[in-house]
């Protein structure tokens, strides 16, 4: 068994639509094959783990000899959001999708809104971090309005000047409006603060002060398993908020994709008994709900540069796992998420006979091995690949 046990989730690193996905509209979609299409790099780290032999991808090759232990995961929650997929990783099966809003919140909620702040509003449309507040920013520093948008996912973000609305303040606006959007008829995973900095549309810049405000996990997750009993759960990037801190020992913040690695790594040298829980956003966030494909691919590649890294810090009994939420194929039409299956790449700090795993029909597979790992009691409908990882010896 492993004393540690480190996950990372390549935040919308799909390979392939699976079974299902013609029922959300993602036929045919796959992240990586697309990604590495349209813009080839080498990914000679993750070759050797085993990535090519999941499904074949451009530039990748299956080794005789892997690396690590290599399979994919389907989704059966009804859902292809963050939240979701996490919350499926950790051991739930989400089974009433979240709401989304194609056309903008209803008037009845942005009244609501208003009412509560004091403020008016403007936006109120799916659209880009980055462009609306080029759009409505230097309206929204003369007027003191609040930027509401959202996008294909289920969240309801509202961008503010820090100079105009203060950090406290736009927190406090976030925390009334997650207790309203927890009513079933305006059900949302997330309400996101995005303060901004700048005095005008061509130097506006968001800043690193971001806060998500998440629902709680719809039920008891290994995470809570774990720290229950007397593990260590330890959250890297936007763990934290994706749980709403439920089933958290220590939560560590992160700023981008290589802050994420270099955090793993600061974490990798600390004595714990239990895990660390890595989200890498960047390739989502950045490349895929904006559709470039060059920079999913750079992000990629620079992923797979630090992998030794990561490699490096693996004692003899620790578990390394490596997984996707959901895809967000950087190719497809639209700015959502993409309903596809999931690689899933697992080593250990030894020496082990590495290969094929079956594929699981449910990201709760990963809590199931991690319940059956610690010997801790956990109802989760995921089986355990624990026994295939595991040395002959145990």
């Not at 920013?137 to 996912?153: A, W």
């Not at 239990?274 to 494909?293: C, E, I, K, Q, T």
Request: charged content about 30%; proline content about 5%; aromatic content about 8%.
């Amino acid at each position: 068994m492993f004393k540690r046990i480190h996950l990372i989730v390549l935040d919308s690193v799909g390979i392939g639509a699976q079974h299902d996905a013609a029922e959300f509209g993602d036929a045919g979609t796959h992240t990586l094959k697309h990604t590495l299409e349209s813009h080839p790099v080498e990914l000679p780290n993750l070759e050797k783990f085993g990535l090519g032999c999941i499904d074949p991808l451009p530039g990748l090759g299956c080794p005789e000899s892997p690396e690590a232990f290599y399979s994919k995961m389907s989704e059966v929650s009804q859902g292809k959001d963050t939240m979701t997929g996490h919350w499926e990783i950790a051991g739930l099966n989400i089974k009433k999708p979240f709401k989304v809003y194609p056309d903008g919140f209803p008037e009845e909620l942005l009244d609501r809104i208003r009412e509560a702040t004091g403020r008016d509003i403007v936006g109120n449309k799916p659209a880009s971090g980055t462009e609306i507040i080029k759009e409505y920013g230097e309206h929204q520093m003369k007027t003191g309005d609040l930027i509401v948008y959202t996008s294909n996912d289920p969240v309801l973000q509202i961008a503010a000047h820090e100079d105009v609305i203060p950090l406290d303040e736009l927190y406090t606006i976030c925390e009334k409006v997650r207790a309203m959007t927890t009513d079933p008829d305006f059900l949302v995973g997330r309400v996101i603060a995005r303060p901004y900095v700048g005095d005008s549309s061509e130097n506006f810049t968001r800043t690193e002060n971001r806060h998500d405000y998440a629902l709680e996990p719809f039920g008891r997750t290994v995470l809570n398993a774990l720290e229950d009993n007397g593990n260590d759960v330890i959250a890297i990037g936007k763990i934290n908020d994706i749980f709403t801190g439920s089933g958290i020992t220590d939560s560590v913040r992160t700023k981008n994709n290589e802050d994420g690695v270099d955090k793993l790594l600061e974490v990798m040298d600390r004595d714990f008994n239990g895990m660390s829980f890595l989200n890498l956003v960047d390739f989502d966030a950045l490349y895929g709900h904006r559709r470039n494909p060059e920079g999913y691919s750079n992000a990629l590649k620079a992923f797979d540069d630090r992998l030794p890294e990561i490699v490096s810090k693996l004692r003899e009994d620790d578990l390394l796992i490596i997984t996707a939420d959901h895809g967000n194929d950087p190719t497809y039409t639209g700015t959502d998420h993409t309903r596809e299956n999931v690689p899933l790449l697992m080593k250990t700090g030894r020496e082990m006979q590495y290969g094929p795993l079956r594929d699981s029909s449910t990201f709760s597979d990963i809590a199931a091995t991690i319940a059956e790992n610690y010997k801790i009691e956990y109802d989760t409908h995921g089986e355990s690949l624990i026994k295939e990882i595991s040395s002959d010896e145990e």
